[in-house]
Every structure is written in structure tokens, then in C-alpha cells.
């Protein structure tokens, strides 16, 4: 079985459990994984007739949502979800994460701070011991256009390790988020031990920096599927 089917099994688990005629505002994460859930979660509302609204984490989102027929809603108009659910790029034993491969974890870390509950679906691949064991790519940080290169040498400065200014494809200039800004990504030491609290507020403290892809203390559950199609779940 291939990945895909790693991350369809995490999302269709997470769904079945989390999803029900008790819920009504939900959040819907972004990336890959996220694309099975929502097709589970429309399955369910036209099967069991649920009154569901949904609140997008990125433009991506937002178009799923509205490909698979259920109702949109925004942070504007629910400042309070019954659960959201969405992908990771890596999660420790501590339960820190690191989010934002897509760039959107500005308004993930919104919608997840609004939710009661905050579920996340992966492939077996995204836990591991420590951040940086399994993903090499750093942490993503998304910062103001203005800012990019006076907070790449600051976080280079206070942290260490190297800042990447991310690039579209052909290399034609920043990426820009669904917010307009740039994203960079903060390759650290992984060899060394951080504090990742203490980590992720001093680069909040940087001025320039929007919002960070570590998500502390944040993951109610987790669902982590694997080649088999076997999920294993982690609270
Ligand atoms: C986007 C994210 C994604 O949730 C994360 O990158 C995981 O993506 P995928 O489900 O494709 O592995 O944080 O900003």
C-alpha cells in the first residue's frame, strides 16, 4: 500500500470518531491528507444528514470544502469550533508539532486555537522522537514581505542553523501565503535539544514574524496511519 493510503486511513479513522450529529462548526486543515477527510466528512453529511459548517485553514481548504458541497463558514463568523481536524508535517513524543509544508499555518494555528478539540491526521512517517529526526525542511515561518531579510538574519542570530527564503517552483521569487507574505524556513540543528516553547516565542518576539509552524501543546489526538492501512492512535 503507498502512502496515500497511509494518510487515508489516518483521515477516514479521525473522521468516523470525531465527526457526528453532535458537532456543528468544524475546522478543515490543509495539504494532502486533509483531501480524504473532507471527502469522508461529505460522505457522512449527505449519508447522515449532518448540519455541518465548515471553516477553511487556506484557500485550498476552502475550495475542498466547496468542491464537496458542504456549507462554508469563517473565523469572522465562528470564533468557536467543536473540533478541526488536519495534517503534519512532524510530531514529537512531547506532542510538539511542526506544521506549515503548505504554508498555511497562520490561519491553521487560528482555526486550532478556536477548536475544542484539535485532531491530527498523518502518515506513519510524521511521528518521531524529536523535531527534526524525520522532517528535514525546517520550521516554516511566515513573515511580512518588508521584514524577509532582517528577520532571516535575526532568527539566524538568535537560533542558529540556517533561514531559507521559500521558493515557488522554477525558483521565480518568494512564495507568497494566502495572507501575501513570505515564508521562511528555519533549518535548526537537529542535533542539538530545544526547548520548543520557549523556542517558538522568541521567534513571536522577532519583529517581522507573522506566525510560526510550531505548534505547542496544541494536539488533542493523533492518527498515524501506516503502509498496512492500520492507524495508530496517539492522545
Ligand atoms: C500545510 C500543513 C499541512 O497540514 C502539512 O504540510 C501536512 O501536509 P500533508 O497532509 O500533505 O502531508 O501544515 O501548511
Keep these: 500500500m503507498s502512502v496515500d493510503k497511509a494518510k487515508e486511513s489516518a483521515a477516514i479513522a479521525a473522521v468516523n470518531e470525531h465527526i457526528n450529529h453532535n458537532v456543528h462548526v468544524i475546522g478543515v486543515g490543509s495539504g494532502s491528507t486533509i483531501i480524504p477527510a473532507v471527502k469522508r466528512i461529505a460522505e457522512m453529511v449527505e449519508k447522515d444528514k449532518l448540519d455541518l459548517i465548515c471553516v477553511p485553514t ?4 476552502r ?15 465562528y470564533q468557536e469550533l467543536d473540533v478541526a481536524i488536519d495534517g503534519a508535517d512532524e510530531v514529537d513524543e512531547q506532542f510538539n508539532c511542526i ?13 486550532a486555537i478556536c477548536a475544542k478539540k484539535f485532531i491530527v491526521v498523518a502518515d506513519e512517517k510524521k511521528w518521531s522522537t524529536n523535531l527534526g529526526d524525520k522532517w528535514k525542511k525546517g520550521v516554516p515561518i511566515e513573515v511580512l514581505p518588508i521584514a524577509y531579510k532582517i528577520t532571516k538574519k535575526e532568527i539566524e ?25 513570505f515564508i521562511l524556513d528555519w533549518k ?3 542535533s542539538k535539544v530545544f526547548n520548543w ?17 510550531l505548534f505547542i501543546n496544541m494536539i488533542s489526538k493523533a492518527y498515524f496511519g501506516n503502509n498496512d492501512g492500520n492507524v495508530q492512535v496517539k492522545v
Design 197 to 213: 516553547s520557549d523556542v517558538n516565542q522568541q521567534l513571536k518576539l522577532i519583529p517581522g514574524v507573522v506566525e510560526t509552524g
Design 188 to 190: 535548526f540543528d537537529s
Design 99 to 111: 506544521k506549515g509544508g503548505g504554508g498555511c499555518q497562520t490561519q491553521e494555528k487560528l482555526v
Design 63 to 77: 475550495e475542498l470544502i466547496l468542491s464537496h458541497g458542504l456549507k462554508l463558514g469563517s473565523l469572522v463568523e
Design 157 to 181: 542570530k538568535q537560533l542558529g542553523g540556517e533561514v531559507i527564503v521559500r521558493e515557488g517552483t522554477g525558483k521565480v521569487g518568494p512564495v507568497l501565503t494566502d495572507q501575501g507574505n
Design 58 to 61: 487556506s484557500l485550498q481548504a
